[in-house]
C-alpha cells in the first residue's frame, strides 16, 4: 500500500469531489477534446504559434518553450552556473554572479516578466527574480542572454519580483520576508516593530535596458508576497499581497494565519516619484552588486553600489494604504482594464476583488478603518468590488483572456476555474494534474492578452509520465481557452519548477533575434580575428593564449612550455560567419567546465593545470566532419623547467 502523506491525500479527495471523476486509471479524465493532437502539432520545420519563457525555480534557469507544442526550445542561463554554456564558468560571464555574499551560482526563480510599452508586452526584455540572494536579472529577447543582474539590498526572500510598470518605467522587487534593516546581531524574539522590509524600484534605460535601483520604499515587518502594477486607469499603483500581519516570527503556518484578514498593500509611485524630486528621501548606506554584461566586448563588469534612497511609508502620507483581504492571499492580479485587483486568499473560500476607482474614493473620503504602523487601512466593505463565491479551494494566481474572463489556479481542489470579471459567476472548471501554481496566457497580465491557450503549471506530477525514481519532473498542461468552455490539450514536462511563465506571439520575438555577432565588431580585449593574432605570451605564472577556432582547426593547436603551477587562460576566438555554428573547448581536468564560443566572439577558460604530460585539448561541439580533427595538445613540464614557450 502506498502511503499518501496528509495534504496528498486531502488534495487528491477534494480534486476528485471537485471534478466528479471517479476513475483515476483515466488520467485524460474525459477532458481531453477528441482532435487535441491536431492542436498541438506543429510540423516537422514548422515554427510555433508563441513562446513561453518559463521561470526554472530551484533550477535558477529560464527555459523557453514554443506553444502550442510544448516543444523545449532553449534554457538560458540566469543565476545558475551552467556547464553546458559555460555560463559563470568562463572569465566573462563569472561577474554575473559576483554579489556582496561572494560568487553565489545559484538561485531560485519565480516570475519572469517582459517588459511592456503602453501597457502591452514589447518583447524587448524578460526581468526575472532571484529569491534567496536577492537579485532581478535583465534578460535580452536579441540574444537570449542574460545582460544584467542587480542585487537588491536591504531585502530577504526576493519574491514579489520581478514585475514590469507599464512602459517598463521600474522593475518592482519586494522583499517576502522582514528582516533587521540595517542587518544587526540582535535576538530573533524581538522581530515585532523592529524587522522591516523593503520595496525597491530600479528605473529601467529604454535604449540600454539597463537598471538603476532608483529608491526604495520601507514597509512595516509583514510578509509581502505577490505584486501586480496598475494598468490602465490604475497605472502609476503597485498592489502586493501580504501576509503574516501577525508579524509572527515563529511557528509561521499558526501563528501567522490568525488574522481573519490580511492585506494588498497598494502602493502609489508616482507618488513616491514626487516624494523623491521633493527630496523627502534618506540616503542609508546598502552594499549591492551591480553586474552588467557588455554588448561589444562581450565581457561582464561587476561593480558594488553603497548607497540607496529610501522612502518610509510609516512617515510619508498618501503613499501606501491597506485593503483587507482574506486570508493570506498569495497571488495579486490587476485586470485588464486596471479596475480590478484580485486577491487570490490561500485559506480563504472566496476570490476577493477590489474595485479600484472606491478606493479612490475612500482614500478622497478618507474612510479608513485604523491604521497599522501610521499607513492607513481602508473598510473592507468600501473597497469590495465583488467577490466570486467558492469557486474551489486554495486559490494561487489569476489571469485575464481580454474577452471579460479570468483563470484562477486551485492548490488544494487541483483545478483552472474561469469565472467573469463583473458578475462574478463562475463559467467553467478543468482539473490539472496535480496541483497548479501560476498559469499563464499570453499577455494575460497586460492590457492586451492573446486568449488563446492557458498553460498551468502542476507542483505535483505523480502518474502522468513514465516514472523516472523517486522525483518526476513538473508537469504544465495547455487548454485552449478560445471557445466557451476549457479545453485540455496536452501535458509537457518543465526544469527546475516552473513558478511563473510570460508567454508572447512568436511574431514579437522572432524577427528580433540576432543571428551572428560580426566579427568585425568584435571589441573583446583578448580576440584573436585574424591568423596574427594567434599567439601564446607568458606572464610570470600566468599565460595567455589566443587561438582561433573556424572548421576544423584550433590555431594552434600544439603548445609547449607550459609548467605545473602555471595559470593558463585559453582565449578562444570563433573567427565563423555563419548562423548557428559555435564551436566548443575543453581541456583535460579544467575545473571551470568548457567553453561554447558563438560565432564572431571571443571566450576565456582559465585552466591550472596539476600533472606533467602532454594533454589533449578539443573542440565539444559536432561542427564539421571534420568536428573530430578539431584538436590539439598541450605539454605540461615540471614547476622550475627551462622547456621553451612555442606554439
Ligand atoms: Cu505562487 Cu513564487 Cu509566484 Cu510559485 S509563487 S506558484
Ligand atoms: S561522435 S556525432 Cu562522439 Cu559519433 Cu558525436
Ligand atoms: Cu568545432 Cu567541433
Not at 28 to 42: C, D, F, H, P, Q
Not at 54 to 67: A, E, K, R, W
Not at 256 to 266: H, L, P, V, Y
Not at 515 to 525: G, R, V
Request: charged letters at 25%.
Amino acid at each position: 500500500m502506498k502511503k499518501l502523506s496528509l495534504p496528498t491525500v486531502l488534495f487528491m479527495t477534494l480534486a476528485t469531489v471537485f471534478t466528479g471523476c471517479k476513475d483515476q486509471g483515466d488520467k485524460s479524465n474525459g477532458a481531453l477534446t477528441s482532435n487535441a493532437a491536431e492542436r498541438v502539432y506543429v510540423e516537422p520545420g514548422q515554427y510555433d504559434e508563441f513562446y513561453a519563457f518559463l521561470s526554472g525555480g530551484f533550477s535558477g534557469q529560464m527555459s523557453v518553450y514554443g506553444i502550442p507544442s510544448g516543444r523545449l526550445l532553449k534554457v538560458v542561463p540566469v543565476f545558475s552556473q551552467d556547464p553546458e554554456k559555460g555560463y559563470g564558468y568562463n572569465e566573462e560571464t563569472k561577474p554575473m554572479l559576483n554579489t556582496t555574499h561572494g560568487f553565489i551560482p545559484w538561485d531560485d526563480t519565480h516570475h519572469p516578466d517582459m517588459s511592456q510599452t503602453n501597457g502591452k508586452l514589447d518583447g524587448r526584455w524578460i526581468f526575472m527574480n532571484g529569491n534567496n540572494t536577492p537579485r532581478v536579472a535583465r534578460i535580452s529577447l536579441s540574444t537570449f542572454e542574460t545582460e544584467e543582474i542587480m542585487e537588491i539590498p536591504n531585502s530577504a526572500g526576493n519574491h514579489n519580483s520581478a514585475f514590469v510598470t507599464e512602459n517598463t518605467e521600474y522593475v518592482v522587487a519586494g522583499t517576502r520576508f522582514s528582516v533587521p534593516i540595517p542587518q544587526k546581531d540582535m535576538p530573533i524574539k524581538d522581530y515585532k516593530g523592529n524587522f522591516k522590509a523593503s520595496l525597491s524600484f530600479l528605473s529601467v534605460d529604454q535604449d540600454s535596458g539597463e537598471m538603476d535601483l532608483s529608491f526604495q520604499i520601507r514597509l512595516p515587518g509583514f510578509n509581502y508576497d505577490l505584486a501586480h502594477p496598475g494598468r490602465d486607469k490604475s497605472h502609476g499603483w503597485i498592489f502586493i499581497t501580504t501576509y503574516n500581519t501577525e508579524e509572527a516570527h515563529t511557528l509561521q503556518e499558526v501563528n501567522a494565519s490568525q488574522n481573519d484578514k490580511d492585506f494588498i498593500a497598494a502602493v502609489n509611485w508616482k507618488k513616491a516619484e514626487e516624494y523623491i524630486k521633493e527630496g523627502k528621501f534618506k540616503t542609508e548606506k546598502a552594499e549591492y552588486a551591480h553586474n552588467i554584461f557588455d554588448e561589444d566586448t562581450h565581457m561582464a563588469t561587476s561593480t558594488i553600489k553603497d548607497e540607496v534612497r529610501v522612502l518610509d511609508a510609516s512617515e510619508l502620507p498618501g503613499l501606501v494604504y491597506f485593503l483587507p483581504t482574506p486570508k493570506s492571499p498569495h497571488g495579486c492580479d490587476v485586470d485588464p482594464t486596471g479596475e480590478y485587483i484580485i486577491g487570490n486568499g490561500k485559506l480563504s473560500a472566496d476570490l476577493t476583488v477590489h474595485s479600484f476607482s472606491k478606493m479612490l474614493d475612500a482614500i478622497e473620503n478618507e474612510k479608513f478603518d485604523g491604521e497599522a504602523y501610521n499607513i492607513p487601512i481602508l473598510n473592507f466593505e468600501d473597497v469590495l468590488g465583488g467577490t466570486v463565491k467558492q469557486p474551489g479551494l486554495g486559490p494561487l494566481h489569476t489571469e485575464f483572456d481580454g474577452k471579460g474572463n479570468a483563470y484562477t489556479t486551485f492548490f488544494i481542489s487541483s483545478e483552472v476555474v474561469k469565472w467573469n470579471v463583473g458578475t462574478w459567476e463562475v463559467l467553467d472548471r478543468k482539473p490539472t494534474y496535480y496541483s497548479p501554481g501560476h498559469l499563464s496566457i499570453p499577455g494575460g497580465n497586460s492590457q492586451e492578452p492573446w486568449g488563446k491557450y492557458v498553460l498551468a503549471m502542476n507542483k505535483i506530477t505523480k502518474d502522468r509520465y513514465l516514472p523516472t525514481g523517486p522525483e518526476m519532473n513538473h508537469s504544465a498542461q495547455l487548454y485552449d481557452i478560445s471557445g466557451e468552455k476549457m479545453e485540455l490539450l496536452s501535458d509537457f514536462p518543465t526544469i527546475g519548477e516552473p513558478h511563473y511563465a510570460s508567454m508572447a506571439p512568436a511574431d514579437l520575438i522572432a524577427p528580433n533575434s540576432k543571428k551572428i555577432y560580426k566579427l568585425s565588431e568584435n571589441k573583446h580585449p583578448h580576440a584573436a580575428t585574424s591568423p596574427a593574432d594567434v599567439r601564446v605570451e607568458r606572464d610570470g605564472n600566468e599565460v595567455h593564449v589566443y587561438m582561433t577556432m573556424v572548421r576544423s582547426h584550433l590555431n594552434p593547436d600544439n603548445i609547449e612550455g607550459i609548467k605545473v603551477g602555471d595559470k593558463v587562460y585559453f582565449h578562444l576566438t570563433n573567427l565563423e560567419q555563419d548562423f548557428d555554428v559555435p564551436h566548443g573547448f575543453a581541456v583535460i581536468g579544467a575545473e571551470n567546465a568548457e567553453l561554447l564560443v558563438m560565432p564572431g566572439s571571443t571566450e576565456t577558460l582559465v585552466w591550472e593545470p596539476k600533472k606533467v604530460g602532454v594533454w589533449p585539448f578539443y573542440c565539444t561541439d559536432f561542427c564539421s566532419a571534420l568536428h573530430q580533427e578539431m584538436s590539439g595538445y598541450i605539454r605540461v613540464s615540471p614547476e622550475g623547467s627551462n622547456t621553451e614557450l612555442k606554439w
